[in-house]
């Protein structure tokens, strides 16, 4: 799983842009898989399981990453971009991305610190004075090789370090990845798996999945954001790496049922996985659409703590990767037979 989850880092995919994070899953599902692809570009999967379910058990992760739009070239060839999704100024500085379908490598630039004056001196640059160089002396050289609407990613290694693994987009290919290593090892109940799109620009793909599945129960396997670092402490800290599965009772888009809370509790308890909460109301992913599909879906999220989320280096602890494998295993099972 772990190799799997680098390589779906690695690829450019952000909201409405996901072909070829899809593409990259079907040629990895095996042969017994049944799949379709939904006119919103979300990727549904059957798995059979060992046995029947009782009720219809949804998995579901996105397949988007947050990035950035072409919507202006310059006449001196400079690039000019809107985010796909919430990225923090701070965290385009200077970043090396790739700009379109033939992913030619640009940077981040902004007016140097240097040329700055008084109280312009001190401040965070303008998101509207950013733009992204990619070498080129003047618009006409762009022709035919960058066009607008096309997409920007972070251009990022995945790599290993201690017991921690970087890379961009992990939020959400971790998921997918792992709902992948699910599919691949075969599951004891009928499952279906939902890669879902456009989470990051509203949980778009969410709802056309979960309306097409009609689950019974659903589980989001997501990242959420950990902020266990130096200078922070307490229930500022949010969620710790390595502290296993971060399962909240609520967040800034959904209450989860307290049932299906205090379950993954006890199955925590008696499985032995490890199992933490957020201790921050915020944020919010595709679980505030699925729970609220037809006449509503019990749903509820297990995620990787994940430090420096939406950035070109989201971190999340190698440790963590099995436990989530058993939370999110043990709990779909439960919720097969509840």
Same mark, same amino acid.
């Given at each position: 799983m772990l190799d799997m989850i680098k390589e779906l880092s690695l690829i450019g995919g952000t909201s409405g842009r996901e072909e070829k994070v899809r593409d990259y899953i079907i040629s990895k599902l095996p042969e017994s898989a049944e799949?379709?692809?939904d006119v919103m570009g979300n990727l549904i999967v059957f798995a059979k399981g060992k046995k029947t379910a009782k009720n219809k058990v949804m998995l579901a992760a996105h397949m988007d990453e947050v990035g950035m739009i072409v919507t202006y070239i310059t006449d001196d060839g400079l690039i000019k971009f809107s985010n796909v999704g919430g990225i923090e100024v701070s965290a385009l500085l200077g970043?090396?991305?790739k700009v379109g379908e033939n992913e030619i490598t640009g940077v981040i630039?902004?007016?140097?610190?240097?040329?700055?004056r008084g109280d312009d001196e001190l401040k965070m640059p303008e998101k509207n004075s950013l733009y992204i160089d990619v070498g080129a002396d003047k618009k006409e050289d762009l022709d035919g090789v960058v066009s607008l609407g096309d997409k920007i990613?972070?251009?990022?290694?995945?790599?290993?370090?201690?017991?921690?693994?970087k890379g961009k987009a992990l939020d959400d290919r971790a998921g997918c990845a792992l709902m992948l290593?699910?599919?691949?090892?075969?599951?004891?109940?009928?499952?279906? $798996? !939902?890669?879902t799109v456009q989470e990051e620009v509203g949980c778009r793909g969410a709802s056309a999945a979960a309306f097409t599945v009609a689950p019974d129960y659903a589980v989001v396997i997501e990242t959420t954001t950990a902020a266990d670092i130096s200078g922070v402490s307490g229930e500022k800290e949010v969620c710790k790496l390595g502290?296993?599965?971060v399962i909240p009772f609520m967040d800034g888009a959904s209450v989860y049922n307290t049932q299906l809370y205090k379950l993954a509790g006890r199955l925590s308890a008696e499985k032995g996985f490890k199992m933490q909460t957020k201790t921050v109301v915020a944020g919010g992913n595709d679980a505030r659409a699925i729970s609220n599909s037809?006449?509503?879906v019990k749903t509820l999220t297990v995620s990787f703590a994940t430090r420096y989320l939406h950035s070109a280096s989201c971190v999340i602890s190698k440790d963590d990767i099995e436990q989530m494998k058993l939370a999110v295993k043990y709990?779909?099972?439960? $919720? !097969?037979?509840?």
């Open positions: 799949y379709s692809v970043k090396r991305v630039g902004v007016v140097p610190i240097h040329l700055r990613v972070f251009e990022s290694e995945c790599v290993e370090f201690g017991s921690l693994l290593d699910m599919i691949i090892g075969g599951v004891e109940y009928d499952t279906w $798996f !939902a890669f502290e296993g599965a037809r006449g509503g709990i779909s099972e439960e $919720f !097969a037979n509840a």
